[in-house]
């Protein structure tokens, strides 16, 4: 299958910070990636939809301005999670959509485990 | 708002016996369907992916759709410890956003 990469794996941070984790599809251009988050056990939460070239969308209830999202070129996707509070601790993780001509699937990185003290 | 049911686990079963785990779905819309498996601290991986009525078979794995009843299952033949995880079955629409069910803990038995 497509292979996704996150950075970085694991991320520390003090509250009131800025965290950005960078999500790169490597053997393939991927126009859509998309944002998930998920609590212990919970399932996967979508966030946000993002699309090269243009504005993320956003799922109900996911702050813009908090969760920043940028799909500067057709193999990375960030998201910036800016002035970071405990309750944003979670495992986000990201996705790509593999486009049609190679099949209609989402192939998930590996996820960024964010701890906010 | 798509909704995903899963059947409720765990589920446990011995080795070598098969595995049968359920999904039903509420968006008539709905045209793609994929089950993933999650490891305990690790993101899902792609397992089977499903677009059109009957049956799809890959190694161990089955999958079956009924877009009619709105349902679509996943048989994991000759089960193996290594195939204890979380199962997640998932559901696009034109879209292409992926709605979770709750998943199904499966736990295989030496």
């Known amino acids: 299958g497509a292979v996704v990469s996150q950075h970085p794996s694991w991320v520390i941070c003090k509250s009131g910070t800025s965290v950005k984790i960078e999500c790169r599809s490597l053997?393939?251009?991927?126009?859509?990636m998309f944002w998930y988050r998920q609590f212990p056990k919970q399932s996967l939460m979508l966030m946000a939809t993002?699309?090269?070239?243009?504005?993320?969308?956003?799922e109900q209830g996911v702050e813009k301005d908090k969760f920043l999202i940028n799909h500067a070129s057709l193999t990375l996707s960030t998201l910036t999670v800016t002035s970071a509070h405990p309750e944003d601790s979670s495992f986000y993780i990201c996705?790509?959509?593999?486009?049609?001509?190679?099949?209609?699937?989402?192939?998930f990185g590996p996820g960024t485990r964010l701890l906010v003290l | 708002q798509k909704e995903v049911e899963q059947n409720s686990g765990p589920l446990s079963v011995p080795e070598g016996a098969i595995a049968s785990l359920n999904c039903t779905y509420s968006?008539?819309?709905?045209?793609?369907f994929f089950w993933y498996r999650q490891y305990s601290g690790k993101s899902p991986e792609l397992i089977m992916f499903?677009?059109?009525?009957g049956d799809k078979e890959d190694g161990r794995f089955t999958a079956q759709l009924n877009k009619a009843s709105q349902y679509v299952s996943l048989l994991i033949r000759d089960s193996q410890p290594s195939d204890s995880a979380t199962y997640l079955c998932?559901?696009?629409?034109?879209?292409?956003?992926?709605?979770f069910g709750a998943g199904t803990t499966v736990t295989v038995r030496a």
């Open positions: 996705s790509a959509r593999v486009p049609r001509g190679q099949g209609e699937t989402q192939y």
């Open positions: 053997d393939f251009q991927a126009t859509t």
């Open positions: 993002s699309n090269e070239g243009s504005k993320a969308t956003y």
């Open positions: 968006d008539r819309g709905s045209q793609s």
């Open positions: 499903i677009y059109s009525n």
């Open positions: 998932a559901v696009s629409a034109k879209d292409y956003k992926l709605s």
